[in-house]
């Protein structure tokens, strides 16, 4: 494979660090005091998608927001994030919707899983995003107060019920990949696809998992024509076929979680591949660039 000429376009992946059993659908299913009694296949799952990112003679970097509670059990996994040159970010401690915590709650949150991670790599930690995107104004007011760079939280998308919404400044064009809140805060923006005044979701996740490749990429095309960068998020569960099933969960959230389980790996590498031409960066580095 001969050297890329790389273009100024850039793809942002994120990955939601956490496991099969921590996830909002199955919440009503699963009690948080079973979590520790658990089967905890995050470690693998992410080992795999690191490695994945490896395969690639070009630099393909990455930030992982990660949970407070994974951290706690394998700082390890956290170092080695760290260590193989990939973002890592805070994804809250115990995947509670932002809205459904008290300021006080949220705030101590915040901090807490901030510095929990930064004294594992130890290294600063500039970035969150919310459980299930549940952002709001006041949610993004304390994220800035915690000391964080940016927050990547905003889902344009209004047809999921649990995302929140928060107030962003107004800029010239629609959907841009990067929101300027302060002189040293930030929000990036997970990616929808907008064809006239419709929005189609189309950042990842399930919706990257039902979507055909080659349907997905000239979406991808689309938004990095417009705006010049693409951010893409998943979880590692994603990746998992044989994870164990939550049977006593409704129809649509079992639908929601296990579709084209199998096949998301090998479509998440053909889309790093189709796209090693732009640059691949992480979303600190991402805001450093379009600051500097």
């Given at each position: 494979m001969g050297p890329v000429s790389f273009t100024g376009k850039n793809i942002l992946l994120t990955f939601d660090v956490e496991d099969w059993f921590q996830v909002e659908n199955f919440k009503s299913y699963i009690d948080y005091s079973s979590w520790p009694s658990q089967e905890?296949?995050?470690?693998?799952?992410?080992?795999?998608?690191?490695?994945?990112?490896?395969?690639?003679?070009?630099?393909?970097?990455?930030?992982?927001?990660?949970?407070?509670?994974?951290?706690?059990?394998?700082?390890d996994l956290v170092r080695e994030i760290h260590s193989r040159g990939h973002e890592v970010a805070s994804h809250g401690y115990a995947h509670q919707l932002c809205y459904e915590l008290t300021e006080d709650e949220l705030r101590q949150d915040l901090i807490t899983s901030k510095k929990l991670l930064e004294d594992i790599v130890g290294h600063a930690v500039s970035g969150y995003r919310a459980p299930s995107f549940s952002i709001s104004d006041e949610a993004l007011s304390l994220v800035r107060d915690a000391g964080y760079l940016y927050d990547s939280s905003y889902n344009s998308y209004e047809g999921h019920g649990r995302y929140g919404s928060c107030t962003l400044p107004k800029t010239r064009s629609p959907d841009p990949p990067l929101y300027s809140i302060s002189s040293s805060f930030h929000e990036i923006p997970v990616s929808n696809l907008r064809i006239g005044r419709k929005l189609i979701p189309w950042g990842g996740g399930g919706y990257f998992r039902l979507l055909p490749g080659l349907v997905h990429q000239v979406g991808v095309k689309h938004i990095l024509r417009k705006s010049g960068c693409y951010t893409f998020y998943m979880h590692p569960w994603e990746i998992d076929p044989e994870q164990p099933r939550v049977k006593e969960a409704k129809a649509s959230y079992q639908f929601r979680h296990y579709v084209n389980l199998k096949g998301a790996k090998a479509k998440l590498k053909n889309f790093v591949r189709c796209n090693r031409k732009h640059r691949f960066l992480t979303c600190s580095d991402f805001v450093l660039s379009q600051k500097g």
């Open positions: 905890l296949r995050v470690g693998r799952n992410t080992h795999e998608l690191l490695n994945l990112l490896d395969d690639f003679q070009t630099p393909v970097q990455a930030t992982f927001f990660i949970l407070g509670w994974v951290a706690e059990r394998r700082p």
